[in-house]
């Protein structure tokens, strides 16, 4: 069972950028598609990006599609996602999540997801 651990949250002014980081630990990293996911107050939590095993495909929300970008070092067991012109509408709780099953792609719904990280709160504010 794998045991994912993000950092890099904070606050940050519109326009801003901030780059997330997810540990992950107790599995093989390379098996497993990671995403993001993140939960605003009182809204339900939402896809953001995700990336396959390999890092060769990703996929993301069209509300940050040109300014996130999702990466990983399989080496290093780390998945990153990279936030540029931030924007308030971004603040939220973002979560790392690892796949439950043997993708080839990059997995976009919540229930194609078996692990999920803590989460880290990044604020953006205008």
């Known amino acids: 069972q794998v045991q994912l651990v993000e950092s890099g949250g904070g606050s940050v002014q519109a326009g801003g950028s901030l780059r997330l980081s997810c540990a992950a630990s107790g599995g093989t990293f390379s098996t497993y598609a990671m995403g993001w996911f993140r939960q605003a107050p009182g809204k339900e939590r939402e896809f953001v990006a995700s990336?396959?095993?390999?890092?060769?495909?990703?996929y993301y929300a069209d509300s940050v599609k040109g300014r996130f970008t999702v990466s990983r070092d399989n080496a290093k067991a780390t998945v990153y996602l990279q936030m540029n012109v931030l924007k308030s509408e971004d603040t939220a709780v973002y979560y790392c999540?690892?796949?439950?099953?043997?993708?080839?792609?990059?997995?976009?719904?919540?229930?194609?997801?078996?692990?999920w990280g803590q989460g880290t709160q990044v604020t953006v504010s205008s």
């Open positions: 999540a690892a796949s439950g099953a043997l993708y080839s792609r990059a997995p976009y719904r919540a229930n194609e997801y078996a692990y």
């Open positions: 990336i396959s095993r390999s890092g060769g495909s990703t």
